[in-house]
């Protein structure tokens, strides 16, 4: 079993839509859970950083961490074709190597 | 925008030739990472270093040595390339101490070993 697991999409979505993204892990000691975005031909980019359990809101993201599920997920409300992307779920315990999700690549359909 | 490089973009090279990868980083972080990363899977580390002189070698089994003389540089050598090589490459850094959290990565290296 792997350490991260995570809906391997692709997914399409009309514009407009609400995301549902989700990974679940296997190590209770994770403490500090992340996503990151990966354009195209690009580097991933930190989007949303929680630690522990609980609700963070930026905006459109909305990324939430249940740590009695070992479950995390992040929410786009009012997807737009920018945000077409693959999305990466990253995870980590205190001074450990980031742990890092396959990936599910989104496209917004305008 | 992150201040961390990595060059060339894009390589493509003969098997058996010597290559390497160049990663520097503007940010004075002392942690630095490179990563393998295969469509539709995870990334996958392959070497770390916590500073100057320190290299460690991550999960994944590599072929692959990296060195780090100066902090702002961490170059990964591949001395004789063969097609399983083919991947892209991700460096990385973050800051120093144990409540860093969030990863800076370059723009990738795509290699192509025909």
């Known amino acids: 079993q792997k350490e991260v697991e995570q809906d391997p999409g692709p997914l399409s979505v009309p514009e407009g839509a609400i995301v549902s993204l989700n990974c679940t892990y296997s190590n209770s000691a994770f403490q500090y859970f992340m996503w990151y975005r990966q354009y195209s031909r690009k580097g991933p980019e930190l989007l949303m950083y929680?630690?522990?359990?609980g609700n963070k809101e930026d905006g459109r993201f909305t990324a939430q961490v249940d740590k009695s599920s070992k479950y995390i997920s992040l929410f786009i409300r009012d997807s737009q074709p920018s945000d077409s992307a693959t999305y990466l779920c990253?995870?980590?315990?205190?001074?450990?190597?980031?742990?890092f999700g396959p990936g599910t690549r989104l496209s917004v359909l305008p | 925008e992150a201040d961390i490089y990595q060059t060339p973009r894009y390589l493509v090279i003969g098997t058996g030739k010597k290559i390497t990868l160049e990663c520097s980083q503007t940010?004075?972080?002392?942690?630095m990472y490179w990563y393998q990363q295969d469509p539709g899977m995870e990334l996958h580390l392959i070497h770390y270093s916590y500073g100057v002189n320190s290299t460690e070698k991550g999960d994944l089994s590599s072929e692959s040595t990296v060195s780090r003389i100066r902090t702002e540089h961490f170059p990964l050598t591949l001395e004789s390339a063969r097609p399983s090589h083919t991947s892209q490459y991700l460096c990385?850094?973050?800051?120093?101490?144990?409540?860093?959290?969030?990863?800076?990565f370059g723009q990738g290296t795509r290699l192509t070993v025909v």
């Open positions: 990385a850094s973050t800051p120093g101490g144990q409540l860093n959290t969030e990863a800076f």
């Open positions: 990253a995870m980590r315990n205190y001074g450990q190597n980031f742990v």
């Open positions: 929680t630690y522990s359990s």
């Open positions: 940010m004075g972080h002392d942690k």
